[in-house]
């Protein structure tokens, strides 16, 4: 089992859409957990970070759940410009960063 | 954001070429890490430097060559690429939270690099 695993994808949804990503992670250990976006041919940007239980930013929600090991992206009222992949990342204490294989979202006109 | 710049933004090189990569920053991050990456691949770790000193080597080929010359400054030298390494190579520094033992890694703009 891979360490960080990430819904396939791609997604495709209309704009004004709500979509989740999921990512599970197998290390118990891991203490931070954050989302980055990656556009075409670009860095990737940190777009949150989680902590604790998880982090709310505008049209962005994360939430995390240590018992069942994921933590979970929410995007609501898609716009065109959050086309992109996005990138989730697990940091388990005294350790690297662990990225999992991103998920790709095109927003739809 | 930790004001990370990347030189050069892009550069091809031919196999038999020596070059090298730079990257700075300049808000006092003790960790900086190198990472390639793929197209539709997440970044891969090659190199850690933590406090100056190079703290992991993740089995990277002798042809990659980092150097840390200060704490603002991180170059990769490059020697007898292979078509294969074309990639974008990252450098990240890693910015400790005040009061926590959290960390946050934030991406320079990258060098993307064709090797012919």
């Known amino acids: ?109 | 954001d930790t004001e990370v710049t990347q030189t050069p933004k892009h550069l091809v090189m031919g196999m038999t070429n020596k070059k090298s990569l730079k990257c700075e920053q300049h808000m006092g991050h003790r960790a900086m890490y190198w990472y390639k990456q793929k197209a539709k691949k997440p970044p891969e770790l090659m190199f850690v430097y933590s406090y100056e000193k190079l703290s992991i080597n993740e089995s990277v080929p002798s042809r990659f060559s980092p150097e840390c010359p200060n704490s603002s400054l991180l170059n990769l030298h490059l020697h007898a690429l292979q078509p294969e390494d074309s990639a974008l190579y990252l450098c990240a520094p890693i910015m400790i939270l005040l009061g926590s033992s959290y960390n946050e890694q934030f991406f320079g703009p990258g060098t993307r690099l064709t090797v012919l």
């Open chain 1, 1 to 109: 089992r891979k360490e960080v695993e990430q819904d396939p994808g791609p997604f495709n949804v209309p704009e004004g859409a709500t979509v989740a990503f999921n990512c599970t992670y197998s290390n118990s250990a891991s203490q931070s957990f954050f989302w980055y976006r990656q556009d075409c041919r670009k860095e990737p940007k940190l777009l949150m970070s989680v902590y604790s239980s998880g982090n709310e930013d505008g049209r962005f929600t994360a939430q995390l759940n240590r018992a069942s090991q994921y933590i979970s992206l929410l995007i609501r009222d898609s716009k065109l410009s959050d086309s992109a992949t996005y990138l989730c990342v697990v940091n388990p204490y005294g350790q690297n960063f662990v990225f999992g294989p991103g998920t790709r979202l095109s927003v739809l006109p």
